[in-house]
């Protein structure tokens, strides 16, 4: 497995770790991931749109953790962040740390798609 040493969005060691070094798991939970983003993140931009405290964090808590998975980078602590606003109900700059997850998070599943597809 190659993976670009540039890309900080990906924590390669961690996420082989978690998985007791088994590539073929992580292959198998980079794709799972990969389907489940995009449904999770449409739900949070929802949230986002009807500014519910609750949903938001419900969905950046959610998101932050199957990110976890393979990194605590730019993803994670953006949907970190996301969640914090959500749970203390301060909705002044969700919007711009919505662009903030789906940018960090959009670079990540970049770098996982060309993993799982070698």
Do not use: W, Y
């Not at 983003?37 to 749109?49: G, H, N, S």
Request: glycine letters at 10%; aromatic letters at 4%; hydrophobic letters at 40%.
């Amino acid at each position: 497995m190659v993976h670009n040493e540039e890309a900080s969005s990906l924590d390669m060691d961690r996420a082989l770790s978690r998985m007791g070094g088994d590539e073929g798991l992580f292959r198998e939970i980079g794709v799972l991931f990969l389907e489940e983003c995009p449904p999770a993140l449409r739900a949070l931009r929802d949230a986002v749109a009807s500014r519910d405290p609750g949903a938001i964090e419900r969905g950046a808590h959610s998101l932050k953790g199957s990110i976890a998975t393979f990194g605590s980078g730019p993803a994670f602590q953006a949907a970190f962040e996301l969640e914090k606003q959500g749970r203390s109900g301060d909705l002044a700059m969700v919007e711009s740390n919505l662009e903030r997850v789906e940018h960090s998070l959009g670079r990540l599943c970049t770098e996982l798609q060309a993993i799982v597809s070698e």
